[in-house]
């Protein structure tokens, strides 16, 4: 009898815990969390959300029995002002800390860490450019550039030396005395004789033996100018145009409206183009309006895994690594308990259970 009493009890006050935890949370105001889709950490499922931070926070708010009012924003810029309104109390999605956001902002316990990565298009199969593009890239490479600049060198010289060898040369191939016109016609001599042959051999002895000398010049230059064009486009078409950092100077990328790429993207002075959504802006690179897409590596390699799996790689290395956890407004009460709560699921091995199911094992 007293047994079955006690049971009764036992249950009787479990209920009374239960129903008064329900009470206080019911009496409480849900937590406004701003947020904005970044696959894997915040995806739309159905009428709801899913993915790797809102899994952590839901486990975070049922701790603390909070409610959430999730308010989904368009983009970055868009969660960061309303923790600046007061319209949300905390901003949960797989933002960056930055020292800029850190004037303005407190942060809680980085719920992850990791760096920028490079994507393009293809499965990272050998590199197959436009031949149109391929010619005027080589055209106006460096290291044409260069091989222009000392072909131009070469011609100044060999052609002041023939001018003034033949410019008193009786029926000579440089009709006038004067420096104008004569150094013209001797220049287009040697510029002519460096890339094709002579059309015409001097008179004067001395001259001819330079000429001879100016021909087997030439065809080392243009032999020498057609391995090293020969070698620049072999590597392209094997490695791609872009293949790490340095690589995006001059380049079109694409990188989230507001996100933290873009301050590095303007330093490497790069084209930068900046997207509101994530969809659009890997759309974008399908359809070869950017080279390239910047984002945070977790992300990048969600999207080349799953929608974008034989259609984009990732190149080149993880860089620029920070942390990544939830946003908060100055003087935030909500940030203590937050963070006790983070450093919990750590220890009881929660955090790495929702962490492996997003990014699988380390």
Do not use: C
Request: glycine residues 8%; hydrophobic residues 45%.
């Amino acid at each position: 009898m007293l047994s079955v009493m006690g049971r009764l009890l036992y249950r009787l006050s479990l209920a009374m815990l239960l129903l008064s935890a329900a009470l206080a949370q019911a009496g409480n105001p849900p937590v406004r969390v701003a947020t904005f889709e970044l696959p894997p950490f915040v995806m739309e499922q159905g009428a709801g959300l899913d993915g790797f931070s809102i899994e952590l926070w839901n486990e975070i708010a049922a701790r603390l029995r909070l409610g959430t009012d999730y308010r989904v924003a368009p983009d970055v810029q868009a969660v960061l002002q309303s923790l600046r309104s007061g319209e949300a109390n905390i901003a949960v999605s797989g933002l960056f800390y930055t020292s800029e956001r850190d004037r303005e902002f407190e942060f809680s316990y980085p719920i992850l860490n990791a760096g920028l990565q490079i994507m393009v298009r293809g499965s990272g199969d050998a590199f197959i450019p436009s031949p149109l593009r391929n010619l005027l890239d080589l055209l106006f490479s460096r290291t044409t550039l260069a091989w222009l600049g000392v072909a131009l060198l070469f011609i100044v010289v060999a052609g002041h030396v023939v001018w003034i060898m033949e410019r008193r040369q009786e029926d000579g191939m440089i009709a006038s005395h004067r420096y104008f016109p004569g150094i013209f016609v001797a220049m287009y001599w040697a510029a002519s004789t460096l890339l094709t042959q002579a059309e015409e051999m001097p008179r004067q002895w001395l001259a001819r033996t330079l000429a001879v000398l100016w021909m087997f010049v030439g065809i080392s230059f243009v032999a020498l100018y057609t391995a090293q064009l020969t070698a620049s486009l072999t590597v392209q078409q094997i490695k791609g145009a872009i293949n790490g950092p340095e690589d995006l100077p001059g380049k079109r990328v694409g990188t989230l409206l507001g996100g933290s790429a873009v301050a590095y993207l303007k330093q490497q002075n790069a084209i930068v183009q900046e997207f509101q959504e994530t969809a659009e802006m890997y759309q974008a690179l399908l359809e070869h309006k950017v080279d390239a897409v910047l984002l945070g590596a977790a992300g990048q390699r969600y999207y080349a895994n799953h929608e974008g799996k034989r259609r984009v790689t990732l190149v080149g290395p993880e860089f620029n690594k920070n942390d990544v956890g939830f946003i908060f407004p100055p003087a935030s009460p909500l940030r203590k308990r937050v963070n006790g709560t983070l450093l919990a699921l750590r220890e009881d091995g929660t955090y790495q259970r929702i962490y492996g199911k997003w990014f699988g094992a380390d």
